[in-house]
């Protein structure tokens, strides 16, 4: 399983294979009735604008971290490791990402109760239709669904402001505790 997060870590081609997989088998499920050449063109319009996006993700984080883009994976792996780099290269590189991405998620933080509040709004207007309807047996699901997606949103991004306040703490000299 290491191998195979790792692989994912590294590859473009990989992330491209298992995009393409999942939406071809997602768009399956939602419209069984289509023919499955279909499908597949499906899958490789949704997998070519995932990419463009992780693409365009991979080269603004290598500007910042002023390495190259490939090497924003192996330094993002040594980040949720917690894993200080020796090279004072590599270390200065390791600086100026974990900066940006701090910086990033700070910025984003301002616009965080108006996404999870537009979310509250979606599950619950699915709850209105579904009471007006007479069916909530969807609606009830897919407002878990959204609840959890937020949930799990707010415990990914608390993680991972950890992690890059103790790599900063860390590279500015300052051992910090394990668990802060």
């Known amino acids: 399983m290491r191998a ?6 590294r590859s473009l081609t ?3 294979i298992l995009i393409f997989m999942l939406t071809a088998a997602v768009t399956a ?4 009735g289509e023919h499955p050449a279909w499908w597949a063109v499906k899958g490789g319009l949704y997998t070519g604008i995932a990419m463009a996006f992780v693409v365009a993700q991979r080269r603004r984080a290598g500007r910042a971290a002023g390495t190259d883009p490939r090497k924003v ?3 993002n792996h040594r980040i949720r490791h917690r894993e200080v780099p020796r090279d004072p290269e590599e270390r200065a590189s390791m600086r100026r ?7 990033q998620m700070e910025r984003g933080s301002r616009w965080l109760p108006y996404w999870l509040g537009f979310m509250g709004l979606i599950a619950v207007g ?3 239709l579904g009471t007006t309807t007479g069916s909530m047996a969807l609606p009830l699901f897919f407002a878990a669904g959204v609840l959890a997606f937020c949930c799990w949103v707010l415990w990914a991004r608390h993680i991972a402001m950890d992690r890059f306040r103790y790599m900063r703490s860390a ?10």
Request: charged share 25%; glycine share 6%.
């Open 4 to 9: 195979l997060k790792r692989r994912l870590d």
């Open 14 to 16: 990989a992330q491209a």
């Open 29 to 32: 499920l939602l419209r069984p």
């Open 73 to 75: 994976a192996d330094l």
């Open 97 to 103: 990402l974990v900066t940006a991405q701090l910086r």
């Open 126 to 128: 699915t709850l209105v």
């Open 171 to 180: 590279l500015s000299g300052r051992t910090p505790a394990r668990g802060s």
